[in-house]
């Protein structure tokens, strides 16, 4: 009976640890967030789409407001977006300035990211040259 019960503990474990390990597709549509200055507010969008084995293509919309800026910022990028285990590299490419100016010193959004949870990744947002706290959340709908 002890030796049932050992067994039984045994395969719960190793199910339980297979299941940690499993990757999560993060494809479908995400909102993010970072904490940039005092006087900033950014976020958006972003929709990814799978293409390979932790390999996903995206285009996501960011939104820049500043209280010392005349217009928002409101940037549309195409990115690419390279997953190891849990560790998320997002680079991007700025493709249309929507609403300001195009700007010298409006830097592509790319993010490091650790994914904590199916619906859940923080990490960093890395731009212009230094990296602010960023999480992202999947929209309701999960996965597309």
Same mark, same amino acid.
């Given at each position: 009976?002890?030796i049932?019960?050992?067994?039984?503990l045994?395969?719960?474990? !190793?199910?339980?640890a297979?299941?940690a390990?499993?990757?999560?597709n993060?494809?479908g @549509?995400w909102?993010? /967030?970072?904490r +940039?200055d005092?006087s900033c =507010?950014f976020g958006g969008t972003? #929709?990814?789409e799978?293409t390979g084995?932790g390999?996903?293509r995206?285009?996501? !919309?960011?939104r820049q407001s500043?209280?010392?800026l005349?217009?928002?910022?409101?940037?549309? @990028? %195409?990115?690419e977006v390279? +997953?190891?285990? *849990?560790?998320v590299s +997002?680079?991007s490419q $700025?493709?249309?300035f929507? *609403?300001?100016? =195009?700007?010298?010193y409006?830097?592509?959004?790319n993010?490091a990211? !650790?994914? #904590? /949870?199916d619906?859940?990744m923080f990490?960093?947002l +890395? =731009? %212009?040259g230094s990296?602010?706290? /960023?999480?992202?959340?999947?929209s309701?709908g999960? $996965? /597309?």
């Amino acid at each position: 009976m002890k030796i049932r019960i050992l067994l039984l503990l045994l395969a719960c474990m !190793t199910a339980n640890a297979a299941l940690a390990d499993a990757p999560v597709n993060i494809a479908g @549509q995400w909102t993010f /967030s970072a904490r +940039v200055d005092e006087s900033c =507010s950014f976020g958006g969008t972003a #929709q990814l789409e799978k293409t390979g084995e932790g390999a996903y293509r995206c285009e996501l !919309t960011a939104r820049q407001s500043c209280t010392g800026l005349e217009d928002d910022y409101l940037v549309r @990028q %195409s990115c690419e977006v390279s +997953v190891f285990g *849990n560790q998320v590299s +997002v680079r991007s490419q $700025i493709e249309e300035f929507i *609403n300001g100016f =195009s700007s010298p010193y409006y830097y592509p959004d790319n993010f490091a990211l !650790t994914i #904590q /949870s199916d619906d859940y990744m923080f990490g960093s947002l +890395v =731009s %212009s040259g230094s990296t602010k706290p /960023s999480e992202w959340r999947r929209s309701e709908g999960g $996965i /597309s």
